[in-house]
């Protein structure tokens, strides 16, 4: 029986179960493929963090006072730059944690299930951050 030939309606009705669906629900764990892309994707991202957050350090110091510019709107602007460079920094710091935890649930065989009730995530869900611990369900409190 195909998916063509019967509808999806008799699929249901039958019972008939994609491995995606089936991978979804938590009934069979991600394959080696699935997990390299994943892990590939979380290494590249945290490389990525640590470029960017070298190329901004300068930012992050402290403030000089240019003595070649007047006034206090160009320290201002100065302070502004800093503040924003801290808080981007805080921002790459709390992404980096998230991906070092999803690393180290990879590792121990935990990847891809949720950390509240343990089913499944669904696989869109970590296509769009493979960072996430919970399932929809958990994270919505539903």
């Given at each position: 029986?195909?998916?063509?030939?019967?509808?999806?309606?008799?699929?249901?009705?039958?019972?008939?179960?994609?491995?995606?669906?089936?991978?979804?629900?938590?009934?069979?764990?991600?394959?080696?493929?699935?997990?390299?892309?994943?892990?590939?994707?979380?290494?590249?991202?945290?490389?990525?963090?640590?470029?960017?957050?070298?190329?901004s350090?300068?930012?992050?110091?402290?403030?000089?006072?240019?003595?070649?510019?007047?006034?206090?709107?160009?320290?201002?602007?100065?302070?502004?730059?800093?503040?924003?460079?801290?808080?981007?920094?805080?921002?790459?710091?709390?992404?980096?944690?998230?991906?070092d935890?999803?690393?180290?649930?990879?590792?121990?065989?935990?990847?891809?299930?949720?950390?509240?009730?343990?089913?499944?995530?669904?696989?869109?869900?970590?296509?769009?951050?493979?960072?996430?611990?919970?399932?929809?369900?958990?994270?919505?409190?539903?």
């Amino acid at each position: 029986m195909t998916a063509s030939s019967t509808g999806p309606a008799i699929l249901d009705q039958i019972g008939y179960r994609t491995s995606k669906q089936l991978i979804n629900d938590g009934k069979i764990p991600l394959n080696d493929l699935d997990l390299k892309v994943y892990r590939d994707a979380l290494l590249a991202e945290r490389t990525q963090l640590a470029n960017d957050d070298a190329a901004s350090a300068e930012d992050r110091g402290t403030v000089a006072l240019d003595q070649q510019s007047v006034g206090r709107l160009s320290r201002m602007d100065a302070i502004q730059r800093q503040a924003m460079a801290k808080a981007t920094m805080r921002r790459r710091a709390a992404r980096g944690a998230r991906i070092d935890a999803a690393l180290r649930r990879m590792d121990e065989g935990e990847f891809g299930f949720c950390q509240k009730c343990g089913d499944g995530i669904a696989q869109e869900r970590l296509d769009l951050d493979p960072t996430v611990p919970t399932c929809v369900s958990c994270a919505t409190g539903a």
